[in-house]
């Protein structure tokens, strides 16, 4: 429960927004759907509430060069109505966070800034090589995703950082993000899997995977991606980068679910986000 | 002339105000002056209070009042015939029962002012180590007193043991439920406002007049010096059935701070505030001769209760009541850990149901028999705990009428045997069956108004059935008026008594009630069109003249006939009617059967409901569309029993870590398939409300079960403890 008031700021550049988040105490406030029960609940106790929604920089998804440039508040329910396909990762995630009501709260840089280890979005920003542009009154840094997370709800942003917006390298190839729940709607993930694959000529050039909900942060597993590289993608592949995505998860017994069953989903989950994200590299045309 | 307004499928007469906005839930309640309260809540859960730090929270701003046990006024405990089964009030000493038992209000000139005032409140705790686990002290079950509201401890009729041996066939199995929590959409709400000695209460709950006794008896206060109001609850689901502490506490702080106090607990009071299902254990053993017919049934029920109360309301009834067999046992158990008191929950035979439903599933596949038709060869037309006849029971048709709708005949009961491309699919059913009446009546009152219109009122509540509806529809047809032509009103304790809305006892017994009423006053309104030398009915016998469509007519001569406003309007006064409640209601049982589809992926356990067929038999139907409602209402509460629902209890803290609805798993759209709902709609001839039996919780049993046969039926795996999760289809 919230024991002190907090000074709301509201600015309207991104000058004005790092300038706010150096204030002591202070924390960015995009959607709200984690930060407003963090504090009811007494978890968080910002002196300040920095309100990103409103800078132009932050909102909105352009192609830049050869990267999508999405603006760190854009909401998952926005992400979740574009179509193109060098997002999918991402907006299969982006489209099953919550109910609609959260989805049309919740913004990409809120759940990549929550850093969960069940994040839905952080498999396919890490998958899809995403890199976050973070600015503070010291100046400019761009970090990739996959060197985001530090632990779970950990990440290597300081407070003082804002996250402006994340990057996302326009690739050829199909991605994919699954997750396993036991509500089929308005749950958490207890256990995710993202994966991106390039082919070319029926084999696989270039891939990645990530788990989530199976580690202390969402990761990438190296080991499973390069598996598949040079070969059809065939079962045995598959297979092999199944064993791959086992051995470099470590997951807990929770409220949530056991051990012993996201051990045991992470093999088939694995491989139907694997086929999906190759029937979309096959089916789809270079950007 | 146009047919009956009962039997037709009317929208909810209520449904206007509830979508626009303009009906007025407790915690809307707007009262001049009022101020918050907000509970402090014990994080132990054993233990007493051995002081509490309030100067801070006394000091904080806009704060009226800091209550605890040593400053709190004294109450009397009320009794359990308020319906207050808790055994003490909290707040009034610093012993400690079970975590988040209040332990201090804080009231303040807003509810901010409240909930900041209420972190400063310090309280310091003795802690003993808290038992919550019923696995953990299954050796401390004990056989309670025998209570009205548990059913019999034990139960026995014939020999168990010779039908037991008897038997060619035979299963021994035991199964278990959860704690599971009513999750009503409304947390309960309150405001409590003095008139110098007199109480008026808005709260949300099942029960205004079992909640006006009990603030009489906490207050010592006479019946006309208290009222409660509730005209609309959010859901209650047996969870605002009980008269709980959290009112008297309210209307006491609000006479110390000479103001009104509202109160409207968290979603997460509500994991501790409004009772639960508490967790049991059954032990079941079933016997059968080759051919199908039981011998024996051997029932072992064992529940939590808690420190104060020894209740147990997962009682085993269905058990004793629906199969022909001449030796059944069923014997109730209770384990006290440091839990709060558990009450009814939805329906509180789902439970004994659920176990008694799957070992009959086990019992067909140990005789190779299909498990329609082995229910077919138990079916009673008697109740057979009673011995006497249901008033009537068309269970094997609704049995017939569901397996030819869902398709049952394609069965191959093999397990394993049914597949489509991308895993298992399983057939399962199961008898539903719930108590109906065996409760005291209700009264009403009616006022037939000069413009010929009328409303009817009762002390009753609407818990989210249809009650406004399907009771304006049965006042219009016994007054002969259009249901545009009577309002029914409830929830305030001011109308004549009534019973809890509760039980599936509310179309019995309040039904009963309007029955009479209104029966009375259309006597009285024809005796007035008979004696009024001006009407067109006058001279004619009473007994030739009926009422239908806002006019009394002559029955052997139609066109003879008058508008009741034109008889009213002659009269110049109102006719006025009271009923008092009758002595009981008849104990009748309302049956159906359910058949569920589920897929299950053989990889990962994963289990998808994919349909459920659902035929009833609750006697006639008043309202098909409330009746379908109340069904699929039930269904959904058995997916979630079944497949999710499971509050989480710290083993060693002794609370609830699972508060919210994130947490605690009820089923979402997405997991609800179309559920298709059929009546058999026949009157009960013994029914004293227009052929209808109670209906409210019997959709809510059953259903669990079949979904645990049919899960079987896809994989071969017998999961008996809820909720079947993949990990315990893989595990098994």
């Not at chain 1, 299969?92 to 850093?115: F, M, P, Y």
């Not at chain 2, 809540?41 to 704060?63: F, L, M």
């Not at chain 2, 975590?99 to 310091?124: D, F, N, W």
């Not at chain 2, 329906?347 to 008694?356: C, N």
Request: glycine residues 10%; proline residues 7%.
């Amino acid at each position: 429960m919230p024991t002190t008031g907090f000074t709301y700021l509201r600015p309207l550049t991104v000058a004005d927004l790092i300038r706010d988040l150096a204030e002591p105490g202070a924390f960015a406030l995009a959607g709200g759907t984690d930060l407003v029960p963090l504090r009811a609940a007494g978890a968080i106790t910002p002196a300040v509430l920095v309100d990103v929604k409103h800078v132009a920089e932050l909102r909105g998804v352009e192609t830049e060069g050869d990267a999508i440039r999405i603006g760190a508040a854009t909401t998952l329910a926005d992400l979740g109505e574009r179509d193109g396909r060098s997002l999918d990762a991402i907006l299969d995630g982006a489209k099953i966070v919550g109910a609609a009501q959260t989805r049309e709260r919740a913004t990409l840089g809120g759940n990549l800034c929550r850093s969960s280890p069940a994040g839905d979005t952080l498999c396919g920003l890490l998958v899809l090589d995403a890199v976050a542009e973070l600015q503070s009154l010291d100046g400019i840094r761009h970090v990739p995703v996959r060197d985001f997370f530090t632990g779970p709800s950990r990440n290597v942003k300081k407070p003082s950082e804002a996250l402006v917006s994340i990057r996302v390298p326009v690739r050829e190839g199909g991605s994919a993000y699954r997750r396993f729940t036991y509500r089929r709607s308005m749950d958490l993930a207890v256990v995710g899997v993202a994966a991106w694959l390039s082919i070319e000529d029926g084999v696989c050039v270039n891939a990645a995977i990530a788990i989530g909900a199976v580690a202390p942060t969402p990761r990438l597993v190296p080991a499973a991606a390069e598996t598949l590289v040079g070969t059809t993608c065939d079962d045995e592949a598959i297979a092999h980068a199944c064993e791959h995505v086992v051995a470099a998860s470590s997951p807990i017994d929770d409220v949530r679910g056991t051990r012993d069953h996201r051990l045991r989903v992470l093999r088939p989950l694995t491989r139907d986000t694997l086929l999906l994200a190759l029937t979309r590299a096959l089916g789809s045309s270079p950007p | 002339m146009s047919a009956s307004v009962v039997g037709r499928a009317v929208s909810r007469v209520e449904g206007v105000a509830k979508v626009t906005g303009a009906a007025r839930y407790a915690a809307d309640t707007e009262v001049t002056g009022v101020t918050h309260a907000v509970l402090v809540k014990s994080t132990i859960a054993r233990g007493r209070v051995t002081g509490i730090d309030t100067a801070k929270a006394t000091a904080a701003p806009g704060v009226l009042g800091v209550f605890t046990h040593q400053n709190m006024p004294r109450l009397t405990v009320p009794g359990p015939q308020t319906m207050f089964l808790k055994g003490f009030l909290p707040v009034q000493d610093g012993e400690i029962r079970y975590s988040g038992q209040p332990v201090a209000i804080v009231v303040a000139g807003t509810l901010e002012q409240a909930r900041y005032a209420a972190t400063l409140v310090k309280p310091a705790y003795d802690a003993e180590t808290p038992q919550v686990s019923l696995a953990a002290n299954m050796d401390l079950a004990y056989l309670p007193e025998p209570h009205p509201m548990s059913g019999p401890p034990v139960y026995t009729r014939g020999d168990v043991a010779a039908g037991l041996e008897s038997a060619d066939v035979k299963v021994a199995a035991e199964y278990s439920t959860p704690l599971q929590h009513h999750n009503a959409m409304e947390p309960t709400a309150m405001v409590a406002a003095w008139d110098g000695d007199r109480l008026t209460v808005h709260a949300s709950t099942q029960g205004v007049g079992d909640l006006q006794r009990s603030l009489m008896a906490a207050f010592g206060l006479p019946g006309e010096s208290v009222r409660v109001v509730c005209p609309y609850l959010g859901g209650g689901f047996g969870g605002k059935a009980l008269s709980w502490p959290e009112p008297i506490l309210v209307a006491a702080v609000a006479r110390q701070v000479r103001r009104p106090v509202k109160l409207v607990l968290t979603r997460a009071d509500s994991y501790t505030a409004s009772g639960h299902r508490a967790e049991t254990r059954h032990s079941l053993q079933v016997g059968a001769t080759r051919d199908g017919r039981l011998t024996a049934i051997d029932h072992t029920l064992t529940q939590q209760v808690s420190r104060t109360d020894e209740l147990m309301f997962n009682n085993p009834g269905q058990t004793r009541v629906i199969y022909a067999c001449p030796n059944v046992r069923t014997t109730q158990r209770a384990v006290r850990l440091d839990l709060p008191i558990a009450n009814f929950t939805r329906s509180p035979e789902a439970s004994g149901g659920h176990a008694l439903e799957s070992a009959l599933d086990e019992l067909a596949y140990a005789l190779n028999m299909d498990p329609v038709e082995l229910r077919l060869r138990n079916w009673s037309a008697t109740n057979q705990e009673t011995g006497h006849p249901h008033g009537s029971n068309h269970l094997r048709e609704c049995y017939r009428r569901g397996a030819q709708r869902f398709g049952w005949a394609r069965r191959d009961p093999r397990p394993g045997s049914m597949r489509d491309r991308d895993g298992l699919i399983g057939w399962g059913m199961a008898t539903a069956a719930h108590a109906s009446g065996g409760v005291p009546g209700a009264g009403a009152d009616l006022v037939i108004k000069e413009d010929g219109t009328a409303r009817i009122r009762s002390a009753t509540q609407d818990v989210g059935t249809g009650t406004y509806t399907v009771m304006t529809q049965i006042g219009a047809d016994v007054l002969g008026l259009p249901l545009r032509g009577v309002e029914f009103a409830l929830g305030d304790s001011a109308f004549p008594r009534s019973v809890v809305a509760a039980a599936s006892t509310t179309v019995p017994s309040v039904g009963e009630a309007v029955v009479r009423a209104a029966t009375q006053g259309r006597d009285r309104l024809i005796a007035l069109a008979v004696a009024d030398s001006k009407s067109p009915l006058h001279g004619l016998d009473p007994k030739r003249v009926a009422a239908r469509d806002g006019h009394l007519f002559d029955t052997e001569r139609p066109s003879r006939r008058i508008a009741h406003r034109e008889v009213m309007r002659r009269h110049g006064k109102p006719i006025e009617v009271v009923v008092s409640p009758a002595a009981f209601t008849p104990r009748r049982f309302s049956v159906g059967a359910y058949f569920a589809e589920v897929h299950v992926d053989p990889g990962i356990g994963r289990i998808r409901l994919r349909r459920v067929v659902g035929v009833f038999d609750p006697g006639r139907v008043i309202n098909p569309k409330t009746a379908r409602s109340q069904v699929i209402g039930g269904a959904i509460w058995c997916v979630g029993i079944a497949l999710t629902e499971h509050t989480l209890v710290d083993p060693y803290l002794g609370r609830v870590l699972t508060p919210n609805l994130s947490g605690y798993l009820l089923p979402v759209n997405a997991d609800v398939p179309d559920i298709e709902v059929d009546f058999i709609d026949r009157p009960d001839p013994s029914s004293p409300a227009l052929g209808a039996r109670g209906f409210g919780e019997v959709p809510s049993t059953g259903l669990t079960a079949a979904i645990g046969n049919a899960v079987y039926h896809a994989t071969g795996v017998r999961v008996r403890d809820l909720p079947i999760t993949p990990e315990k289809v893989i595990k098994s």
